[in-house]
């Protein structure tokens, strides 16, 4: 079996420049994703030499699979011809939450087989007539989750350093109703319609973008119920801070318990486990599903997924704790000097 590490050089060996590119591009030298990865990889957990008896229990099950959650990721058939619905089968066999993307390259009904009451729709704020007309149509679904990402689907800067990709050329369902809402300049939303998308669900409604303890304070007095910290995988601004920090600050400012996702360079089971120690709920898995769609289409995301929760297993095991409580009390980001 490959290590994440070659899987991640295999696949991007695989990719023509143009598809290469919007995965891998959108800023400069890529700072807040390498932030990510290097504030993940200086979290420490102590581990618990007390309670020996876990090594006889599978602790995995429920509570490690409800853990997960499939990142919302757009234009996935210039990966693998099976795209967003190999994707949404696989997660959907797994028992793990999958978040359809606002840039699906389907009309998410084309994914109902693959739905579940974990399945949620992501949505961008492009204009509030956009965003209700999309709650509409995700309520004939029968969706009770949406997602609203404020982190802007804008296009970074170097999107085109691989090579050119435009997504409007692919025919994809959602990129046309979001150019055509930009090319009228009707493409954003204030706080009376972050109020009025709000009043428009009554299911739940989770906002990603999250960075900082102002905009979780002021989305949960909007009465938003879940907050999800995410710097896009560190694609849209080169400075930001890691995904690792925000939450912890986050988590630290807040003694409600308001559900916490977060996502931004997870390629291992240990990594789920570092932000669950940090004080997240739930953990976002992203490029690391394209890399098994790429490899193995359907097939190969289903391995993915399968083999995290068992990493997930073996490191929760490993480290001793036999509860969420002790985890977090003894995990930390490592300074630097
Ligand atoms: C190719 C690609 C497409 C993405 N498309 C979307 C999207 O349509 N909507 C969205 O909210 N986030 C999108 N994201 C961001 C992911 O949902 C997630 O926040 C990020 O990839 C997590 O970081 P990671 O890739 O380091 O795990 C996209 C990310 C990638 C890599």
């Given at each position: 079996?490959?290590?994440?590490?070659?899987?991640?050089?295999?696949?991007?060996?695989?990719?023509?420049?143009?598809?290469?590119?919007?995965?891998e591009g959108g800023v400069?030298?890529g700072?807040t994703r390498?932030?990510?990865?290097?504030?993940?990889?200086?979290?420490?957990?102590?581990?618990?030499?007390?309670?020996?008896?876990?090594?006889?229990?599978?602790?995995?099950?429920?509570?490690?699979?409800?853990?997960?959650?499939?990142?919302?990721?757009?234009?996935?058939?210039?990966?693998?011809?099976?795209?967003?619905?190999?994707?949404?089968?696989?997660?959907?066999?797994?028992?793990?939450?999958?978040?359809?993307?606002?840039?699906?390259?389907?009309?998410?009904?084309?994914?109902?087989?693959?739905?579940?009451?974990?399945?949620?729709?992501?949505?961008?704020?492009?204009?509030?007539?956009?965003?209700?007309?999309?709650?509409?149509?995700?309520?004939?679904?029968?969706?009770?989750?949406?997602?609203?990402?404020?982190d802007?689907?804008s296009?970074g800067?170097?999107y085109?350093?691989?090579?050119?990709?435009?997504?409007?050329?692919?025919?994809?369902?959602?990129?046309?109703?979001?150019?055509?809402?930009?090319?009228?300049?009707?493409?954003?939303?204030?706080?009376?319609?972050?109020?009025?998308?709000?009043?428009?669900?009554?299911?739940?409604?989770?906002?990603?973008?999250?960075?900082?303890?102002?905009?979780?304070?002021?989305?949960?007095?909007?009465?938003?119920?879940?907050?999800?910290?995410?710097n896009h995988g560190g694609r849209v601004f080169?400075?930001?801070?890691?995904?690792?920090?925000?939450?912890?600050?986050?988590?630290?400012?807040?003694?409600?318990?308001?559900?916490?996702?977060?996502?931004?360079?997870?390629?291992?089971?240990?990594?789920?486990?570092?932000?669950?120690?940090?004080?997240?709920?739930?953990?976002?898995?992203?490029?690391?599903?394209?890399?098994?769609?790429?490899?193995?289409?359907?097939?190969?995301?289903?391995?993915?997924?399968?083999?995290?929760?068992?990493?997930?297993?073996?490191?929760?095991?490993?480290?001793?704790?036999?509860?969420?409580?002790?985890?977090?009390?003894?995990?930390?980001?490592?300074?630097?000097?």
């Amino acid at each position: 079996m490959q290590s994440p590490y070659e899987l991640r050089e295999h696949a991007l060996s695989q990719l023509q420049a143009g598809p290469r590119g919007w995965l891998e591009g959108g800023v400069l030298k890529g700072s807040t994703r390498y932030l990510n990865a290097t504030d993940l990889e200086s979290t420490a957990i102590v581990p618990n030499v007390q309670d020996l008896p876990l090594y006889e229990k599978n602790v995995t099950s429920d509570l490690l699979r409800g853990a997960l959650i499939v990142c919302p990721m757009g234009h996935l058939t210039q990966f693998h011809a099976d795209g967003e619905l190999g994707v949404a089968r696989a997660s959907h066999e797994l028992g793990i939450a999958y978040s359809i993307s606002a840039m699906s390259r389907y009309d998410p009904s084309r994914l109902k087989p693959y739905f579940s009451d974990s399945v949620s729709l992501q949505i961008y704020p492009l204009g509030i007539d956009h965003v209700l007309a999309e709650i509409e149509a995700a309520k004939k679904l029968g969706i009770q989750t949406i997602v609203i990402t404020v982190d802007g689907p804008s296009v970074g800067l170097n999107y085109n350093k691989h090579g050119k990709y435009d997504a409007r050329k692919v025919g994809a369902y959602h990129t046309k109703r979001i150019t055509r809402n930009s090319q009228r300049g009707d493409c954003r939303v204030g706080i009376n319609d972050y109020l009025r998308i709000r009043d428009a669900f009554d299911g739940t409604l989770v906002v990603k973008g999250i960075m900082s303890t102002l905009d979780a304070k002021r989305f949960l007095s909007f009465g938003y119920d879940k907050l999800w910290i995410s710097n896009h995988g560190g694609r849209v601004f080169e400075s930001n801070v890691s995904s690792a920090t925000a939450l912890k600050t986050i988590r630290s400012n807040f003694v409600t318990d308001c559900e916490l996702v977060v996502d931004g360079g997870v390629l291992t089971g240990m990594d789920v486990l570092r932000y669950i120690g940090l004080g997240a709920d739930k953990v976002g898995i992203g490029r690391l599903i394209i890399y098994g769609l790429i490899i193995g289409g359907y097939a190969g995301v289903r391995d993915i997924l399968g083999n995290l929760l068992n990493e997930l297993d073996l490191c929760f095991r490993q480290s001793g704790h036999t509860n969420i409580e002790t985890l977090r009390m003894n995990t930390y980001i490592k300074k630097r000097d």
